[in-house]
């Protein structure tokens, strides 16, 4: 009894030191892992910057498969994980459930939509940024032929193929594309050697500038690019630094800045929930410069490339959105 | 014009996508002409890659990289024969505990040594092998036909590609024109005749497994150094298995098996090719489609053009000294 009733002074005490918005932040990452140098990477560095700035640690879990989603939500949850983040849109089934289960907890979820009281949705208009990034290959393709190698045969890969092939018809209307999407399971996202034989296949046929939207197996992509004296495009993170001089520029989705700011909110007490949408606009999209790439990107097509995002972002150009109605003018 | 380049892209790729197949294939040929089951060839392989890709890592030389996968290979390789030879234990099981003890062992490794979530550090040119071109290439460019076959076909791969194309012959002229080879052969087919002429039955099958273990070992290397700049958790993708499949399409001779291997990997490469095309009267392929097509060729291959395959008579089974 005695040991109780001190067990309980210490709780009491405990909970009146610590800050009132303290967090504990939780974060599930896709297929592709915490190291794939792109996507997950990018919520990571997101996350570990917040933990350096606000001095509150993270835990993080990989799913090896599919079937670990629900599992790994719903532990977090019950833990006291809060607010939890769910990296990647094959998240949503798992989270419409555990959403369900633990009302009180906060979930956000990027790359789809999860509709429940207590979800925040963050999309991405990833079309915008593939545009732009379309326009750079073609403007920097010497062959008239460019590729895409995307990781599964989804509708949001499809999005990015699609503003893509705009971009570059927009800056060249007879340029050539030729697309490959690595799978239609998840392992699409962990395959390199694939993404690297697929990417061949495309040099072999003429084109000279590929762009991933593959996850790690991206990572196969670039690799073959720079093998091939190519150019390859990187996605999601800045991936120019991968192969400096072989990598032409990245399209960047700031999902760094989404994880950072989902704990933040949660942190001051800001925290709203509802679908968010990041375009060009709003900063949540682009295409990286930096030293890596500024010998390969000529005043010229950097001038194009800025005129695209300005266009976009004035409402002047409207980059089809394939997942609105699952076609793409330019086929 | 354009279809024979279309065809030279495809038969690259071909050649490219093949060569881990034939060198897995080669490797399961010795181990099961000489009467031991290789399910664990996957294993092998992926044992291998991954000593490629740590070994490569930290001295920065490719070749060091390739022994140090060889020598995985057939460590894996001598422990599959301590169990099923000199234990005479189950030859399928011990292969598969290698192959599920490799798959795990090398990620958990990976993580624990690099922290790069399975994979191992992305290795520098020096450290690979790079494709080579091949003298004259860019002369004969000029030349139709010739020109291309030359220059894309046969030119610009990597020295374990053109290694692959010499260990056929040589796995071949081993097995048939050599004392071990005839040996070897014999042990698969009838043990105890060998046995009663004096040799060791024992001996011969871990020779075999240690020539399977080199094969095997060349296929991670290729895997981790020339196709992939490091080694990548679960990288074999199930090579092995495909490779097993062809060496048993093959009847378990040499040509034949490289022969299954070259078809698995130019039905891979047109699959690949084949995307996003637009066939005449069917309008474009669906990518699900296109990705099944292996399989189901392979279906219909193994049920309807292949001949009962004859397996080496005592394939499976340990050998016991009678008396």
């Avoid at chain 1, 009733?5 to 974060?27: E, F, K, Q, Y």
């Avoid at chain 1, 950097?302 to 076609?327: C, P, S």
Wanted: with cysteine; proline share 4%; aromatic share 8%.
């Amino acid at each position: 009894m005695k040991y109780q009733n001190l067990a309980a002074i210490i709780l009491i005490l405990a909970g009146c030191s610590a800050h009132a918005a303290d967090i504990r932040p939780g974060v599930v990452y896709d297929l592709g892992g915490k190291f794939d140098k792109s996507f997950n990477e990018g919520v990571w560095n997101g996350a570990k910057r917040f933990a350096a700035d606000t001095g509150i640690e993270f835990r993080d879990f990989e799913v090896q498969t599919d079937s670990q989603r629900v599992q790994a939500l719903r532990t977090f949850a019950r833990r006291g994980y809060d607010p939890i983040l769910a990296v990647g849109f094959q998240y949503a089934s798992a989270l419409e459930r555990i959403a369900a289960e633990f009302p009180e907890t906060r979930f956000a979820i990027i790359d789809s939509e999860v509709h429940q009281p207590n979800v925040r949705s963050i999309v991405f208009r990833e079309h915008e940024g593939a545009f732009v990034v379309g326009v750079l290959a073609a403007m920097a393709s010497r062959t008239g032929k460019l590729g895409f190698v995307g990781g599964m045969d989804v509708p949001l890969i499809r999005r990015f193929a699609c503003g893509y092939v705009l971009g570059a018809r927009h800056a060249s209307p007879d340029i050539e594309i030729f697309q490959n999407m690595v799978g239609t399971t998840g392992a699409a996202w962990n395959d390199p050697v694939k993404g690297a034989e697929l990417a061949r296949s495309q040099f072999d046929r003429g084109a000279d500038v590929i762009f991933h939207a593959a996850g790690t197996t991206g990572l196969g992509v670039l690799q073959a690019a720079a093998d091939a004296d190519m150019l390859g495009i990187g996605v999601d993170s800045n991936q120019n630094h991968l192969h400096p001089g072989s990598v032409l520029t990245s399209m960047l989705k700031r999902v760094d800045v989404a994880a950072y700011e989902v704990f933040e909110s949660a942190r001051q007490g800001t925290w709203t929930v509802g679908v968010r949408e990041l375009g060009l606009k709003e900063g949540g999209v682009g295409w990286a410069l930096d030293e890596f790439n500024e010998g390969l990107v000529s005043s010229e097509m950097e001038a194009a490339a800025e005129r695209a995002v300005a266009d976009i972002k004035r409402g002047d150009i409207r980059v089809h959105d394939y997942v609105a109605d699952g076609t793409c003018p330019a086929d | 014009m354009e279809i024979l380049l279309a065809a030279v892209v495809v038969l690259d790729s071909t050649l490219r996508l093949a060569t881990p197949l034939i060198l897995a294939a080669l490797a399961g040929l010795f181990s099961e002409r000489s009467g031991i089951i290789d399910i664990g060839l996957e294993g092998k392989m992926l044992g291998a890659a991954f000593a490629a890709g740590c070994v490569a890592a930290v001295t920065g030389s490719a070749w060091v990289g390739l022994t140090a996968a060889i020598a995985a290979s057939v460590l894996l390789a001598l422990l599959h024969g301590y169990a099923c030879i000199t234990h005479r234990g189950n030859q399928v099981v011990s292969g598969l505990a290698i192959n599920i003890l490799v798959s795990g062992l090398t990620a958990f490794l990976a993580v624990a040594w690099f922290a790069q979530g399975g994979r191992t550090p992305q290795l520098p040119d020096s450290a690979r092998f790079l494709s080579m071109e091949w003298p004259g290439a860019d002369v004969l460019d000029a030349v139709p036909i010739v020109g291309v076959v030359y220059g894309e076909l046969l030119s610009g791969h990597n020295v374990i590609v053109y290694l692959t194309w010499l260990a056929v012959p040589a796995v071949a002229l081993a097995l048939y024109r050599t004392r071990f080879g005839l040996r070897l052969r014999a042990v698969g087919e009838n043990p105890f005749a060998v046995d009663t002429a004096g040799v060791s039955v024992s001996g011969v099958r871990y020779r075999a497994l240690v020539c399977a273990g080199v094969l095997c070992g060349l296929a991670g290397a290729y895997l981790a150094l020339a196709q992939s700049a490091g080694f990548l958790r679960d990288m074999t993708a199930g090579k092995g298995y495909i490779a097993l499949a062809a060496l048993i399409f093959g009847n378990w001779r040499p040509v034949p098996a490289m022969l299954a291997c070259l078809l698995f990997g130019c039905l891979d490469a047109v699959s690949i090719r084949l995307q996003g095309a637009s066939l005449p009267g069917l309008g474009e392929v669906p990518v699900q489609l296109v990705q099944a097509l292996p399989y189901v060729l392979t279906v219909v291959l193994l049920a309807g053009f292949v001949g009962r395959g004859v397996a080496p008579k005592a394939i499976g089974v340990p050998y016991t000294k009678e008396g």
